[in-house]
């Protein structure tokens, strides 16, 4: 007889984030849209000093942060470097060789990864590239979020 897989009970949310920033470094912007069933959370914010990285960083940051409990989470981002790091698991790389990058240089936004790493684990993440300013709706919005905030703090 063949034991039943566990069903995962986890809440699936549908998350979508950007970071923009004027100037690199500039003023910068970061955005997350969090869909769960019929709910929908934005969630934005901003550095008057920062580069795109480190807003395209804080943007998964902060989504997986405002998540209450573990959840199975399809993040949806247009930064390649965001990722790639988790798809083709760049991270652990970096972490075996601590935490230098394979030029031999220290990894850059070092702590922001660390952060993202950490929340990464307490969630079951899958990482999707969907292309900038391609129409997708969602992907959409969190540009004109994070654009907005860039304003705001410039």
């Not at 652990?92 to 990864?113: A, F, Y």
């Not at 993202?116 to 391609?134: P, Y």
Request: net charge positive.
């Amino acid at each position: 007889m063949k034991a039943k897989k566990k069903q995962d009970v986890r809440p699936e949310v549908i998350v979508y984030t950007d970071g923009a920033c004027s100037g690199n470094p500039g003023p910068g912007g970061w955005a997350a849209v969090l869909r769960y069933g019929d709910h929908e959370r934005e969630i934005s914010g901003g550095e008057s000093h920062t580069t795109n990285q480190k807003m395209e960083l804080t943007a998964a940051i902060e989504a997986l942060r405002a998540l209450g409990r573990p959840c199975r989470v399809r993040l949806h981002s247009d930064s390649a470097y965001l990722v790639n790091c988790f798809r083709q698991r760049w991270h652990d790389t970096w972490i075996r060789n601590g935490w230098m990058s394979r030029n031999k240089t220290p990894v850059t936004n070092r702590t922001l990864w660390e952060k993202l790493i950490r929340l990464a684990e307490i969630h079951d993440v899958e990482w999707i590239k969907v292309a900038g300013h391609s129409g997708d709706p969602l992907n959409e919005r969190c540009d004109v979020l994070a654009r907005a905030e860039v304003e705001r703090v410039a």
